[in-house]
């Protein structure tokens, strides 16, 4: 994703198509982490947490301060185990 990113800039074809790879990829991840073959599932708490390292700017770069280089992404996955789980 950095370097589609750093190529194309955040809002190319290439960069939709690379982050259609990684939705593909997570999604294998998260229906890995609710099967569980020794437990049952329904009693098995699985957490997983995505997150970027920095954001981009509109031309592709990052390592600067601004909102765009600074802000990241985070997305945390809990399995069903887990139950109602609300923060709020």
């Not at 939709?16 to 990684?22: A, G």
């Not at 009693?43 to 954001?55: K, L, W």
């Not at 280089?69 to 923060?87: K, Q, R, Y």
């Amino acid at each position: 994703v950095d370097h589609v990113g750093h190529t194309y800039g955040p809002h190319d074809v290439h960069m939709e198509k690379k982050l259609r790879q990684m939705d593909d990829m997570l999604d294998n991840v998260f229906a890995t982490l609710e099967k569980t073959p020794e437990e049952d599932s329904s009693s098995s708490c699985r957490v997983a947490m995505v997150f970027g390292d920095h954001g981009m700017t509109e031309d592709g770069n990052h390592g600067g301060g601004t909102d765009d280089e600074t802000h990241a992404a985070l997305f945390v996955h809990f399995s069903d185990g887990c139950g109602d789980f609300n923060p709020l």
